[in-house]
């Protein structure tokens, strides 16, 4: 059993910058694919970022290629989502996902991931 905590949203403006945090509990993080997704009143979820277990594999959407960094740092527990040049329509519920694969390179698809975080609302203003 995973257990995820995001924190760092909050209100900014457009071009400006936020790190999203997901802190993991369990001894086995440096196991799990993450990922980030969003979800924007009235929208379905979508996919943002996705973290291979070591780090080593990224893949990003289209709409935050060359904007958004996802980082882990398994001696933390801990994945981030650095947002750079954010837009207006960046503005959504950011959650974190977990699940449990060394075989994957990353995962893109929320039906992929088992454990959710109850998410962290990102709001950027024109």
């Known amino acids: 059993q995973v257990q995820l905590v995001e924190s760092g949203g909050g209100l900014v403006q457009a071009g400006g910058s936020l790190r999203l945090s997901c802190a993991a509990s369990g001894r086995t993080f440096s196991s799990y694919i993450m990922g980030w997704f969003r979800q924007a009143p009235g929208k379905e979820r979508e996919f943002v970022a996705a973290i291979s277990w070591s780090g080593g594999s990224t893949y990003y959407a289209d709409f935050v290629k060359g904007r958004f960094t996802i980082s882990r740092d398994n001696a933390k527990n801990t994945v981030y989502l650095q947002m750079n040049s954010l837009k207006p329509e960046d503005t959504a519920g950011y959650y974190c996902?977990?699940?449990?694969?060394?075989?994957?390179?990353?995962?893109?698809?929320?039906?992929?991931?088992?454990?959710w975080g109850q998410g962290t609302q990102v709001t950027v203003s024109s």
């Open positions: 996902a977990a699940v449990e694969d060394r075989y994957a390179a990353c995962l893109l698809y929320e039906d992929d991931y088992d454990y």
